[in-house]
């Protein structure tokens, strides 16, 4: 019996790398061919806009966007309360603090 168990075991130890080798093609059908597939991500630029008064603003589609001081600049006169000047472009946009809704824009008023 000891005789017996030792060739079983001797002989999946031979038998095992056989086993494991991979599977060579079958004649008449072609090999299986790795595909690889490239993924092209494309990143979309925030396009600028022409703001018209009653939108809502947002600065990430305004060009050289900042907060600017009225009295820098000719023709903008003061703010009123809860209101700032902001550029987008050439342009002065009056926009609402907390709303952000456009009062005014003042269209080449920054040069």
Excluded: C
Aim: zero cysteines; proline letters at 7%.
């Amino acid at each position: 019996m000891k005789k017996f168990i030792l060739a079983a075991v001797a002989a999946s130890l031979v038998a095992t790398p056989v086993l494991a080798a991979a599977p060579q093609p079958q004649h008449g059908k072609p090999p299986v061919q790795k595909v690889v597939v490239k993924k092209k991500v494309v990143v979309a630029k925030p396009t600028y806009r022409n703001w018209r008064k009653g939108e809502r603003f947002d600065s990430r589609y305004a060009r050289n966007y900042r907060q600017i001081d009225y009295r820098k600049y000719r023709g903008l006169k003061a703010p009123p309360r809860g209101y700032r000047y902001v550029q987008s472009g050439n342009d002065a946009v009056l926009v609402g603090i907390t709303s952000g809704i456009i009062a005014a824009v003042i269209t080449g008023a920054i040069r």
